[in-house]
């Protein structure tokens, strides 16, 4: 089993850059993991997929976040990161990790124009 938690959220400025951190603790590795990924939800509408990573370390975007969107990881600290440039404010939803099946609690992302 494991628990997730986000971190990185807040109040930034359309233009400014934010990276989001997921924490996994538990016996599972994030490096055994079937994929590392990463979800958003903005008021009013439904959760939507972003990006994931493979074991393998592959990478995957949804159409709209590709440029960017980067997801990536560090095994060593059973942690990973979804780093979004130039915020905008459409970016503004929860945004919640995900692995194998667990959900974190979400960390709010609040971009001002």
């Known amino acids: 089993q494991v628990q997730l938690a986000e971190s990185g959220g807040g109040l930034v400025q359309a233009g400014d850059s934010l990276t989001l951190a997921c924490a996994a603790s538990g016996r599972t590795s994030i490096g055994s993991a079937l994929a590392l990924r990463w979800f958003r939800q903005a008021p009013g509408k439904e959760r939507e997929w972003v990006a994931q990573?493979?074991?393998?370390?592959?990478?995957y975007y949804k159409d709209a976040m590709k440029g960017r969107f980067t997801i990536s990881r560090d095994v060593a600290n059973n942690r990973f990161f979804l780093h979004i440039a130039s915020v905008q404010p459409e970016d503004t939803a929860v945004y919640y990790c995900?692995?194998?099946?667990?959900w974190g609690q979400g960390t709010q992302v609040t971009v001002s124009s």
């Open positions: 990573m493979l074991p393998s370390g592959a990478t």
């Open positions: 995900n692995v194998n099946s667990t």
